[in-house]
């Protein structure tokens, strides 16, 4: 079993959609990152909490430590945002802010 | 500033072949990584450094080296190239802050094919 779960695996929306990602882990973390991957393969940071909320624009991280779980959400959602949303977790185990990464979930957003 | 920069974009190598993955960033981050991402699964860490003249193993490191001389640069040397080396590797740093965690920033990936 992977320390990183993600769910949906793959997620298909109507633009303007609510939408939902899950995260699950099984380690102690010291943080929990969310990244976005887009269509031509860039990733970059969206997010990264160790409790609580956190918001930009659109989107919305939550973080329930004692139930090792997390989720993204997007509001509005819209074509631009179709892309591989990938969460990944600092154990506390490990040195050197290293990673564990899920699989990551694919969201096609349909105009 | 350019970030975290990777060359080449894409590569062809035949097996048993040897190549070096360049990396570089400009952001004076103590800790870089590599990591190879295959088809479906999530981001393999190979190595990773906490900084110049430390390096370590991360998940799948057989095949693979990597030194680093400079806070800067941080090269991952195939040796021996074998078609299971087929993947897209994503070069990374971070800062080091007290809290012993940061944002990862990523560089653009190389792709590379071994036939």
């Known amino acids: 079993k992977n320390e990183v779960e993600q769910s949906p695996q793959n997620l298909t929306a109507q633009e303007g959609e609510f939408i939902t990602i899950n995260c699950s882990y099984s380690v102690g973390i010291s943080a929990l990152h969310w990244l976005q991957q887009h269509p031509g393969g860039g990733i970059v940071s969206l997010f990264m909490l160790s409790s609580g909320k956190k918001k930009h624009g659109r989107l919305i991280a939550t973080i329930n430590i004692q139930e090792k779980h997390s989720s993204l959400h997007i509001t509005a959602s819209h074509p631009r945002d179709s892309a591989v949303y990938i969460c990944?977790?600092?154990?506390?185990?490990?040195?050197?802010?290293?990673?564990?990464f899920g699989e990551g979930t694919q969201l096609t957003v349909n105009p | 500033n350019a970030g975290v920069t990777q060359t080449p974009k894409f590569r062809i190598l035949k097996i048993g072949q040897s190549m070096t993955l360049q990396c570089a960033q400009d952001?004076?981050?103590?800790?870089m990584y590599w990591y190879r991402q295959d088809p479906g699964m999530g981001l393999k860490l190979i190595y990773y450094s906490v900084g110049a003249g430390i390096t370590d193993k991360g998940e799948v490191p057989n095949g693979y080296n990597v030194s680093r001389s400079t806070t800067e640069d941080f090269p991952l040397r195939l040796e021996l190239a074998a078609p299971s080396q087929t993947s897209v590797y994503f070069c990374?740093?971070?800062?080091?802050?007290?809290?012993?965690?940061?944002?990862?920033?990523f560089g653009p990936g190389t792709r590379l094919l071994v036939l």
């Open positions: 990374a740093s971070s800062p080091r802050t007290s809290g012993g965690w940061e944002t990862q920033y």
């Open positions: 990944a977790v600092s154990p506390t185990e490990t040195s050197g802010s290293r990673l564990t």
């Open positions: 952001m004076n981050h103590n800790y």
